[in-house]
């Protein structure tokens, strides 16, 4: 069960989020992480969100706020080969799907965008 959906908005700046989503603690738990830059690779700070172990399975659940041009990571499990790990961009009140986390073209605008090389029109220009 995967589920992301805007909740409401916070204040002028900041948006609330609803993440949910089940995967075999074995291959990857899920998380959401706002991305950020520091030195010469990226940085993840995790959102604290519920976690309810299964026999097989972990469930998280929860709320996060996130500031408009902010980049997010959700990561909705995995298996054996890899995590499904997506990027994502508040954009108007919403979160707008930039790149799976593995594409190196979206990861080097991404780079730019956090390092003050580009801004948010030229990083969504570069993407979408």
Same mark, same amino acid.
């Given at each position: ?22 995967? $075999? ?6 998380? @959401? /992480? ?7 690779? &990226? *940085?993840?700070?995790?959102? *604290?969100?519920?976690? @309810?172990?299964?026999? $097989?399975?972990?469930? @998280? ?17 995995? $298996? ?5 790990? !997506?990027? &994502?961009? @508040? &954009? ?6 930039? /790149?799976? !986390? ?10 730019? &965008? ?10 969504? $220009?570069?993407?979408?």
């Amino acid at each position: 069960m995967h589920e992301l959906k805007r909740l409401r908005q916070q204040d002028e700046t900041y948006f609330e989020f609803d993440f949910e989503s089940e995967s $075999n603690p074995q291959h990857a738990i899920p998380y @959401v /992480a706002k991305l950020g830059w520091s030195g010469d690779s &990226y *940085e993840r700070h995790f959102f *604290e969100l519920e976690r @309810v172990y299964g026999k $097989n399975s972990v469930l @998280v659940t929860g709320s996060f706020a996130a500031q408009e041009g902010e980049i997010i990571e959700l990561c909705r499990g995995g $298996n054996t080969q890899r995590k499904y790990r !997506s990027i &994502y961009i @508040v &954009y108007m009140g919403r979160l707008e799907f930039l /790149a799976k !986390s593995d594409d190196a073209k979206a990861k080097h605008e991404i780079k730019r &965008y956090l390092t003050y090389q580009c801004d948010l029109q030229e990083l969504r $220009n570069a993407l979408l």
